[in-house]
């Protein structure tokens, strides 16, 4: 198969920083679109794949699943997509497209393993896929998104990874006008679930514990804010929300936030804490309360989700970055210095 050469940033083993490679990308096939990458987000999860933190990453990697740019070329096959549409491309390039999973349009659920956007197989090239932390891309049209033009495009990066992360919960458990959500955490995940939820029509409670972020979560759109730090305020609030989106990868207290739930509520985990959390029996079986987990959303809710961002004006918080300072940004995202996600202009990499 034909291909062609792109300027990325990767690293070639866990220790070693990012730095300036070069990439091959498959020529574009009947199905696929290639598209000149504007903006990558910055996902905790390219930090770890990087560092080979999960395990199984493939060297040379070059990260970067939250890509929005410009069509520039399109397969004789391909009947969605223009040259020039804006479009983005999130955590799947591929799936089965054949298991129930994959029926029922939940490809992130793929039965047989979806390909991830980097760090996954390249079937046509027979070797790992790479991802937007590059000049281009090539995917197959049925994995490409169309990005509302009235949105910031730099803005819009996150919705690909934090934005469905968020949404998929909040629309599976029925969210909306009547229901009083809680979000734990505000960082990329918790900040874009207020976003959303809010948008929804939820009244919305953020959970948090520092005392700094409470002015934030009402900038967000939070109408009530629990300090969970103080335990007359969390005794106050014991059977007051219907869902509560956890969105905290540190260790925590899981069954200090299942107390605040209604009978039949539910409590739903997308934050990714590195060891178990310990769940009482007591805290589930006597108002029937549900503990899961949750993570990004099929093709077709990615698309339903930036639609509804594009309705409702959501976009993430986000400082840009040029390419050239994302060793310091997976520093500072270590510390959680950033509000509330980088957004790599690649420009920087292409000039």
Not at 237 to 250: E, K, P, Q, R
Request: overall charge negative; proline content about 5%.
């Amino acid at each position: 198969m034909n291909t062609f050469s792109v300027k990325a940033f990767g690293t070639e083993s866990p220790e070693a920083p990012l730095k300036p490679l070069t990439i091959n990308r498959r020529a574009v096939t009947a199905t696929d679109v290639e598209i000149d990458i504007f903006y990558c987000g910055v996902c905790h999860s390219d930090l770890h794949t990087a560092r080979n933190e999960w395990q199984g990453t493939v060297y040379p990697n070059v990260p970067g699943h939250e890509i929005v740019g410009r069509v520039t070329k399109v397969g004789d096959h391909v009947s969605r997509f223009n040259v020039g549409d804006l479009v983005g491309v999130g955590c799947m390039v591929d799936s089965c497209r054949e298991c129930e999973s994959c029926r029922e349009g939940l490809e992130q659920y793929c039965e047989n393993g979806n390909v991830q956007t980097y760090n996954g197989h390249e079937k046509y090239l027979n070797q790992q896929t790479f991802g937007g932390y590059s000049e281009r891309v090539v995917v197959d049209e049925d994995f490409v998104l169309r990005i509302p033009e009235n949105l910031d495009p730099a803005a819009t990066a996150p919705l690909l990874c934090a934005g469905i992360t968020t949404y998929s919960p909040l629309r599976h458990w029925n969210v909306g006008p009547g229901k009083r959500v809680g979000i734990v955490g505000i960082g990329g995940l918790g900040h874009m679930g207020v976003k959303i939820a809010k948008a929804m029509g939820a009244h919305v409670v953020v959970i948090t514990t520092s005392m700094a972020k409470v002015a934030d979560a009402k900038r967000l759109g939070a109408d009530e804010i629990i300090l969970s730090t103080d335990e007359q305020q969390m005794k106050d609030n014991v059977g007051t929300l219907h869902f509560i989106l956890d969105c905290v990868s540190a260790a925590h207290d899981i069954n200090a936030y299942l107390k605040l739930l209604k009978r039949d509520g539910s409590l739903t985990l997308v934050g990714a804490p590195e060891n178990p959390l310990p769940v009482a029996p007591f805290s589930l079986i006597p108002k029937r309360k549900s503990f899961s987990g949750s993570m990004i959303g099929g093709i077709r809710e990615t698309q339903e989700m930036l639609d509804f961002c594009g309705r409702h004006n959501i976009t993430s918080d986000i400082e840009l970055i040029p390419m050239q300072d994302i060793n310091s940004a997976f520093e500072r995202l270590l510390k959680g210095d950033v509000k509330y996600r980088f957004v790599i202009d690649m420009q920087s990499l292409k000039s």
